[in-house]
């Protein structure tokens, strides 16, 4: 079993809806958190960073971390097309030192 | 704007003939990574520098080596590109080992090996 694993996609959704974008993780070790964006030929960016349970905010998008089943997602709402991307998920634990990735989903948002 | 660099954009090598990528940063970040990225697949760290410390992973091929003469500059060197090698690659920084509040990343060099 990955460390890690992410629905690879590809999401395709209509302009305006909510997205959902989902990890899961086997190692209760992670202690933080995060979300990047990659968009096509760029490298990733720090979109979301949560270190505990519960949901984190920041405009459109909403991170929410479940520690007990070892579950984090990343809600966007009224999606737009420059939304349109590969969302990573990367957790952190403090034992190496180093984030570990999950293989990314692919987000389409038509207009 | 403080940002990481990576050249060139794209990098297109023939097999077997050595080849290096270059990253560069202005945030004055301690720590400098290099990730392997191919198609639909997570980022793969290769290594990192935390200042002058080398830290190699333990899956890394030999043919991947590194330098960072100082703390702006980090250089990927393969030494003898196979077709395998082909990817994204990514440098990244963190403001100090524990990266807790994420990397910056550059927008990499994409490889080719012919």
């Known amino acids: 079993q990955k460390e890690v694993e992410q629905d690879p996609g590809p999401l395709s959704v209509p302009e305006g809806a909510i997205v959902s974008l989902n990890c899961t993780y086997s190692?209760?070790?992670?202690?933080?958190f995060m979300w990047y964006r990659q968009y096509s030929r760029k490298g990733p960016e720090l979109l979301m960073y949560t270190y505990s349970s519960g949901n984190k905010e920041d405009g459109r998008f909403t991170a929410q971390v479940d520690k007990s089943s070892k579950y984090i997602s990343l809600f966007i709402r009224d999606s737009q097309p420059s939304d349109s991307a590969t969302y990573l998920c990367a957790m952190w634990r403090g034992s190496n030192y180093k984030l570990t990735f999950g293989k990314g989903t692919l987000l389409t948002v038509n207009p | 704007d403080a940002m990481v660099i990576q050249n060139p954009r794209y990098q297109v090598t023939q097999f077997g003939k050595p080849v290096t990528l270059s990253c560069s940063q202005t945030?004055?970040?301690?720590?400098m990574y290099w990730y392997q990225q191919k198609s639909s697949q997570a980022p793969k760290l290769l290594f990192h520098?935390?200042?002058?410390?080398?830290?190699n992973e333990a899956d890394t091929p030999d043919n991947f080596q590194s330098r960072r003469p100082n703390t702006s500059f980090c250089f990927l060197d393969i030494r003898s590109p196979g077709l395998g090698d082909a990817a994204m690659y990514l440098c990244?920084?963190?403001?100090?080992?524990?990266?807790?509040?994420?990397?910056?990343f550059g927008s990499g060099t994409r490889l080719t090996v012919v």
């Open positions: 190692n209760s070790a992670f202690q933080y």
């Open positions: 520098y935390y200042d002058k410390d080398f830290n």
């Open positions: 945030l004055n970040h301690n720590v």
């Open positions: 990244a920084t963190s403001r100090d080992r524990l990266g807790r509040d994420g990397y910056t």
